[in-house]
């Protein structure tokens, strides 16, 4: 596998306020098998090579032309081959509409972040094959960023402008504790006995089942009117009796038994009232309890002289946190951040992936290892463009690899694998803690990295589109991309972009389809078959990649049977003259092989002509002739 960039620069490397070189090893046509048909035999052909490095222009160009990356591995699938046609589709962020179910996986995050919805911890098998998430337009390692939520304020932002729930039901405890004193004060309770502090509770839903009388609005409740009672009790009998009340409104001896939760929860009510608070939380004194109720509807809210409203803002060190829910406080709430780094190799990531390749995708644990993570998801080719400052062709993170790790109070839950090019962010992979299913993070982060293109855009503006990798509309389970609308299917014959749209009621029908063909046709009813090239044999196949492993087992490389007429389309000899051909430590473009090296047998020259054919058809003429050819 490749082990960096060179330090040769290019012309193309430069522009883009960088260096480095692509350097490639064709490994001509390879087998696997089928990841997503379940076929029985090696069914998968793709062109493969592997790079030792790669600028960040040429792999746009090449992801322009149907390629990909698995680690430092790039192929491209030969979709005239395959049981399962790989179309790459793309959309550009600023016609990105969010559909409702997309709204909801938002709605959802927003809510958990609130802390009004807790986590069931019920694993789901992931959806996801590329990586979501958003990226810190700083671009340093060490700094992060506040989730977003598509352009509304982020969660963290939010979060931070309110209380978190423990500090609010402290300051709920508090405002009781000062009421009981306001009691003693008043000569309402004993001044010679310690009564105890108050607790507040949130009531779980599973409680208000068992309730009537505006169960659906009572939010806290607090029991320390059974307490302050039972102590009162226990004074009134160590002291035979005599008055419980030490002032002018104090009890006779015997009415002990009129010391009851229900009447110290009344005064502790109406004290509370009495300090004046308005707007928010409705307190009642009810069998005993102390509860406090939202102050959306007051009309069905029984009449008593002990119902009050705590204030709304800050007052005496009382602080309200404003909420959409009119009083209604939500349960802790949480922080996540987003911190991006370059793609390096984390044990605390390795962690989280091995956790959940075994319990998503159900991998044996002997065969998720550290070897074989680095391959597919750390190695790459990518030759890093640092940002420049004042340089805006380059966003501030840069070009190249990167990591999301995705970072909820403190702990790692999702990492996201991307590369960041001139025209794109391209989603590779994500793994995420498989606690965490039912947030749907891959859907969320994926809304979350087309938020970060729209941003990027407006200081790099040729960087326009999202990349989701393959769409195989032949794999149901694949489909899910599409849902990202308007998106893009490339053309695999003329590489021209096609709207989903047209494309999908041809797929409906043929798994192999050459959309241009169609591209200008706007009765989607025409009949693929009236147009030629449409389909080849279904039977032969290749896969996106094995994405649990980045390797393809079985390799084909022998294709010394195929004439160059067979491979070469309406390329010719003169096409391949100037490639330049890395050998035996030195650098030499094709037509001049023979003139540096001496003479070649004639067979071995035609075999390296027709792999340089077959590498000119797939890499296109431009990006071949850039690219340094490597024997090894």
């Known amino acids: 596998m490749g082990d960096g960039a060179s330090s040769s620069s290019s012309t193309r490397g430069k522009a883009r306020g960088g260096g480095g070189e692509s350097v490639v090893v064709d490994q001509g046509r390879r087998r696997s098998y089928c990841g997503y048909c379940g076929s029985n035999g ?40 395959t049981c399962c046609p790989s179309y790459t ?50 671009g340093n390692p060490s700094s992060t960023l506040t989730t977003q939520l598509l352009g509304k304020e982020s969660s963290a932002s939010i979060c931070a402008k309110m209380c978190q729930e423990d500090e609010f039901i402290n300051n709920l405890s508090n405002k009781i504790d000062e009421a009981v004193s306001a009691c ?55 002291e035979e009796n005599d008055a419980v009340m030490d002032s002018p409104k104090s009890r006779k001896k015997g009415e002990s038994n009129s010391i009851s939760p229900n009447i110290v929860a009344e005064k502790l009510a109406d004290s509370i009232v009495q300090d004046g608070e308005n707007s928010g939380l409705i307190v009642k004194a009810c069998n005993g309890h102390l509860n406090f109720y939202s102050g959306t ?19 005496d060190g009382f602080k309200q946190p404003s909420s959409t829910h009119s009083g209604v406080l939500p349960c802790k709430r949480k922080r996540l951040e987003i911190r991006m780094k370059r793609s390096s190799f984390d044990p605390e990531e390795f962690d989280l992936y091995r956790r959940y390749q075994i319990k998503v995708h159900n991998d044996k644990p002997e065969k998720v290892t550290e070897s074989l993570y680095r391959r597919f998801l750390v190695d790459t080719p990518l030759v890093m463009v640092p940002a420049r400052p004042g340089y805006k062709a380059v966003p501030p993170c840069g070009f190249g690899s990167f990591h999301q790790q995705y970072v909820l109070d ?32 891959g859907k969320y982060s994926a809304l979350q990295e087309i938020n970060w293109v729209k941003e990027a855009e407006v200081q790099c503006h040729t960087l326009q589109y999202y990349y989701l990798g ?22 695999p014959l003329r590489y021209e972009w096609v709207p989903f749209d047209i494309a999908k009621p041809l797929l409906d029908k043929k798994p192999y389809v050459i959309l241009s063909d169609y591209a200008a046709l706007k009765d989607h009813s025409t009949s693929p078959k009236l147009l030629n090239g449409d389909i080849v044999n279904p039977n032969k196949a290749f896969s996106d990649e094995d994405e649990k492993t980045g390797l393809i087992e ?69 990006l071949s002739n850039r690219m340094i050819y490597s024997l090894g």
């Open 42 to 81: 090696p069914s998968s052909v793709s062109h493969g090579s592997w790079a030792h490095s790669i600028t960040v222009d040429d792999y746009q160009e090449l992801l322009d032309r149907g390629w990909r990356r698995s680690g430092c591995f790039l192929y491209k699938p030969e979709m005239d081959r």
């Open 89 to 138: 589709i793309r959309l550009k962020a600023d016609d990105f509409v969010c559909s409702k179910e997309l709204l909801r996986v938002n709605k959802k995050m927003q809510r958990y972040l609130d802390g009004t919805i807790v986590g069931t911890n019920k694993p789901e098998r992931s959806k996801h094959n590329f990586s979501e998430g958003s990226i810190d337009m700083a």
């Open 184 to 238: 003693v004060e008043k000569g309402e309770f004993p001044s010679n006995v310690q009564l105890p502090k108050a607790v507040v509770k949130r009531v779980t839903s599973q409680t208000k089942k068992k309730l009537v009388d505006r169960a659906e609005d009572l939010v806290y409740t607090s029991s320390i009117p059974f307490q302050i009672a039972a102590v009162l009790r226990h004074m009134v009998s160590a």
């Open 297 to 315: 509807s007051t009309e069905s809210l029984p009449d008593t002289d002990a119902c009050m409203q705590i204030c709304e803002g800050e007052r």
């Open 410 to 441: 403190g702990k790692l839950v999702a990492v996201g694998v991307v590369d960041i090019l001139p025209k794109c962010l391209s989603s590779k992979y994500l793994f995420w803690d498989p606690d965490l299913a039912f947030l749907s993070l």
């Open 470 to 491: 393959y769409y195989i509309h032949s794999c149901k389970k694949m489909r899910y991309k599409a849902a990202y609308r308007p998106s893009e299917l490339l053309c």
């Open 554 to 622: 079985d390799v084909d490389a022998d294709m010394g049977n195929e004439s160059v007429s067979e491979t070469s389309d309406d390329l010719t000899a003169a096409d391949i003259d100037n490639i330049m051909i890395h050998v035996n430590g030195s650098r030499v473009k094709f037509k001049d092989l023979q003139q540096v090296f001496g003479p070649i047998e004639k067979r071995q020259i035609k075999k390296l002509e027709r792999q340089l054919l077959r590498y000119v058809k797939v890499a296109g003429k431009n």
